[in-house]
């Protein structure tokens, strides 16, 4: 399952691990905290990158709008996770907005402090030089499920990856989000998420409390998707 969840996770909260005590302090010295309501944008599309952030509490979704002006949520940010530092190392404005899913505690580093920061410690710009090239393989893998796979398999998929992310941060487990917001991650409507949540509680394989959903039978989804590829190696 390690393999699995690596596939689809950015990994960028370890970001900030390998650095000597000395250095840690030097990134904790060019933070500012503040404090993201719900539903305001850490960044959207279009803006001109300032700074990069780190979540200290809360969650936050990636996502773009399509034509019709409906979201597609590539990505759902979690204590610890960075972000924002793409556009500003491709020198362009955000591809994609971020909105804050509840309020939200995060630390800020201004864009010239993070220059810096990368110019004084090699090891943090090798770092994020990585972790940019693991993040477009993640994307790559989200894409390719949403073209790929049928509701039900992408459903699955998401709620395994989901309910990992955010057990890491919140051992009560439990997957909370708007059923809007998890229709947009899976790429279907709210109606079509109703009838597949549906099926998988009459099958057992999950429990429902007011709009929290709990996994019951993991090896149920790992039959499910062993019947569609190998993902679960």
């Known amino acids: ?24 302090k030097m990134v ?13 944008l850490l960044f959207y599309e279009e803006g001109v990158p300032t700074g ?27 204590t610890g996770d960075v972000l924002g530092y793409h ?16 309020d ?33 393989g993640v994307l790559a893998n989200i894409i390719t499920v949403l073209a790929q796979k049928n509701l039900n398999a992408r459903l699955a998929i998401n709620l395994l990856i989901l309910e990992n992310r955010f ?21 279907t409507s709210p109606e079509s998420l109703g009838r597949s949540l549906k099926q998988f509680k009459d099958e057992g394989i999950i429990t429902i409390n007011k709009r929290v959903i709990y996994i019951k039978s993991t090896e149920q989804i790992q039959q499910l998707l062993n019947m569609e590829s190998n993902l679960m190696e």
Request: proline share 1%.
């Open 28 to 40: 904790s010295d060019a933070m500012e905290p503040l404090i993201i309501k719900k539903g305001s």
């Open 1 to 24: 399952m390690k393999k699995f969840y690596s596939q689809f996770d950015f990994q960028s909260g370890l970001l900030f691990d390998a650095l000597t005590t000395h250095e840690k």
């Open 104 to 136: 939200l505690e995060v630390n800020f580093i201004a864009k010239e402090a993070f220059f810096q920061l990368l110019l004084d410690i090699p090891a943090l710009q090798r770092t994020f030089i990585k972790n940019i090239g693991h993040e477009f």
């Open 87 to 102: 556009a500003l190392f491709g020198e362009e404005r955000y591809q994609d907005s971020c909105e804050a899913l509840e």
């Open 167 to 187: 057990q890491k941060h919140d051992k009560k487990g439990g997957i909370d989000l708007t059923r809007e917001d998890l229709a947009n991650i899976i790429g």
């Open 52 to 78: 990069i952030f780190q979540i200290k509490k809360g969650k936050a979704k990636k996502f773009k709008r399509g034509f019709s002006g409906s979201e597609q949520i590539f990505y759902i940010y979690a």
